[in-house]
């Protein structure tokens, strides 16, 4: 299956959902390099041909004038996109291609002709069940013979119909009259004449089972059954005529207002609630099955023909066969349909009513497999971001029933109905939108698996396709050698022609391999290295893996370079292993040797060359890694020389290029890198003005309108420096300022990047610092702003130190965070003009929710087993939970003591139990900070700070005198 950037579809949809493309198919594109640009091509082909062809449909159905016909309205067809992208020409994709073309112009009213395709692609393998779908079926006998004329009124065994109203996977629906009865209906026949006899017996009974099931169920939100039978070998039900459409079509022109969606969702809720209660699922609920009746705008349910008793043991549905429309269909569904409940139908109406605010199902892909993948792993967009009118309630309440998991849906069809009409009714809803971390929880628990397999098979992939590069290189590579020996050796001036002819062919070649092998490699890191998916903790172990993988290879590849690249490209790819080095905390020496031969090597073009973007970018970022290797070895004035020559070339590059965001990013970086170094070197006037100046760059950038999250997080970084800046400077009215800016860019970032774990210890690390400058600079008038900001940290951190438990290079630096957080609250709390309302648990509870906390990851680290890497981490992380049992032993010290001197005093209600009970409670908090010293203290490098705290509790032990 061909892999496809999710970014890019997603985009190209949004604004065909906004209306036309401003831009072609090709601006939407990823580099054609990317293992993606395939798979996305054809994707976005998909989705351009349905769009085109809806707009056609609704240009005819206005009833402009100039429009003649279908011709007239030239929608793009696949041949106009295999001229321009004549990669589409496979024919695999070809007919796949073509398959869509056809469905889109179905679903647009359109007659498709198999003669006109078969005419326009004479050489694409066809299913005709393909054209027996798309075209009109013509009725058969019960022997299967073609009816050679369909006329109406025709008879049918009591109903006389009159017109077919549409078909369906199990057959067509016709308007019928039943003149018993005195009354119009809908018929619906199930076409069973193209099966064998054992599957014609079990269409015939699930359609039995179907009509028995609708007919005892009576609710003015579900089509009533009036009359089921089997006719001339058809089975048939008859059932009220809704003079209408459906919601699918409602839907098709443009989505519905929200709470006219809501109240259609709400009504067959109402109906499902009744038809669960009674034991009985729909199992098919989509916007073809949902009426509405033109005269009462009632929505009405109608086709049951996926439903069973719950506690039926007809067997009809087995396990594995999969039973629904895949779009609004439960991942449960998915995995077995013999094996749901009333939840997978709550999802179906989650589903729908995403499809009537947004007007496109939550789940669709090209093919089949990609929209079952879709559904049983990704999240499906909020509907907010499409239409940001839409209102959070409703995007609330809709998410909520597309949960994957069924235990974190609504339960019962009847708590969805309490919050729809809650919403309708202007009240608060039950359900509440789930905060980033807890999708991030969901997502590496759905995940955990994928990140074992995605190890190998990844890491398979680059492997496989950087041996196959590099093998047909070096065997390019040898050829052309063996050429020119056998020019060398010929004694014909004309042979010797030829065979250098040949050699020159063989040189371009490989080439052409190293090139598009360093273009994989260097993809390949980017995407690795920067993809905030990768940053999670449960997959930076396999980041830093495959990281290590292509650091394997990418030396051998860079040698290769040498007879076959120019300099440029040889220097750019220098850079980029340099990079790959710095990355891994590999040997900053070595990093340096290959960022100053890429710098060389540079030197050595001539300044027309040393001008190309490709040059300038390729320059400075090896003055930059310079920069890195120096700071790493401690020259602080080397790393600010390295930076400021960086910054240099980098604005030489963006007066060359001024629409380069990019070339502005880094120039910006390159200042606030220098400014840092320099603040370092209490050099503050110099560092306030290269910090302000990249500020300004960035500020100037998102005034312009970029939206681009890589300069917004920057933006944020470098308020956070100026903040830590200003306070050293004694600024300290702009401090919590610039500390706010940062933390409020950081939580929009994070809230729409959950799955960066990198942004979301930015952001708790801001969150903390504005609390602490909030305190100390606004005195007690600003304790309670204080104390809601780190109530909110302290919260966040809590969550990332579960999701971090068994990577303790994650962990560790979130504990310290969590503990910096924590202090600090309590040091605010411990304030005598402290606010009640501000207050939260008390110090000693929090003290004993960190060693809590401690413990459970100290446990999850031990699980994995006695690395060496993780003795380290269990020593850190005893260590901070004695520091923790200490804290919290001390605070309950405090306590005895006052309740002692109240009782000294004379208050009776203090006693001597309850200093008893807080001395023995302080006492084994001790014993246990003891016990975890000597345990560490024998091996480990933090002897020294293990050997204080001991003496620390041991003097604090023998201090403490029982009552008698």
Known sequence: MLSIDEDARRKFEADWLSGTPSV??????PRTSTQTYLGTLEELVCIDLEFRWRNCKNASASGDETVAGEDSLSPTRVEDYVREFPELGQSEILQRLVEQEIIARVNSGFVVEVSEYRSRFPGVPFDDSLFEQHTVVQPTDASGNVIEQVSYPRQFGAYVITSELGRGGMGAVYRARQPSAGREVAIKIADVSSLNAASRNMVAAR??????????LVHDHVVPIYDVGVIDGFPYYAMRLVEGGDLAGMSKQEPLEPKRAVKYILGVARGIAVAHSRGMLHRDIKPQNILVDNVTDRSMLTDFGLARFMLDDSGLTQTGQVLGTPSYMPPEQVRDSSKIDGRADIYSLGGTLYQLLTGKPPFRAADLQETLRQVMVDDPVPTTRINSAIPVDVDTICLKCLEKEPEARYQTADELVEDLERFLDGRPILAKPASPLTKLKKWCNRNRALAGTLATTVAAVIVALVVSFYGWSAQTLL?????????EQSESAK?????????NGEKAKAVTAVG????????????????????TPDLAPLRKQLLERALEIYPQVVALSESTLSQAHRAA???????????????????GTHFGEANASIETLTPQQQQTELMLEAKSSALNGLALVSQKKGDVQAAIEYFRQAGEVRRKWTELWPDSLEAKRKLANALMNEGLLLAANNDLASAEGRQMTAQAIRGKALDEGTDDPKIRRDYAKGAFNLAMLHWRAGELSQVVD???TSSSILRELANASMADANLWKLLETSLIYEAEFTAEIGGPASYGRATKLLDESLADLTSLIQLSAKNPTACLPLIELYQQGLETLLRIQSHPELKPEWTTPNAATAWEQLSALLKTVALDIESQGEMAQNDVALNQLALRRVISLRQKSLLLLAEAHRIGSLADSGDNSSSDAQVLDLQKAALDLLDQGLALCEKHIADSALNSSFQMQRESLRQLRSAVVPIQ
């Open 516 to 535: 598009q092998l360093l273009d994989t490699l260097n993809d390949f890191h980017t995407q690795v290295s920067s993809d905030p998916v990768m940053t």
């Open 24 to 29: 072609s198919i090709r601006e939407y594109l």
């Open 207 to 216: 359609f039995e089972t179907e009509a028995h099931a609708a007919s005892s």
């Open 573 to 591: 790819a220098l850079v980029k292993l340099g990079t790959l080095m710095l990355d891994l905390e590999q040997s900053p020496d070595t990093a």
């Open 738 to 740: 610039a500390l706010n």
């Open 479 to 487: 050829a052309t050698e063996q050429t020119r020996f056998a020019m």
């Open 495 to 503: 042979e010797q022609s030829r065979l250098k002819d040949v050699a």
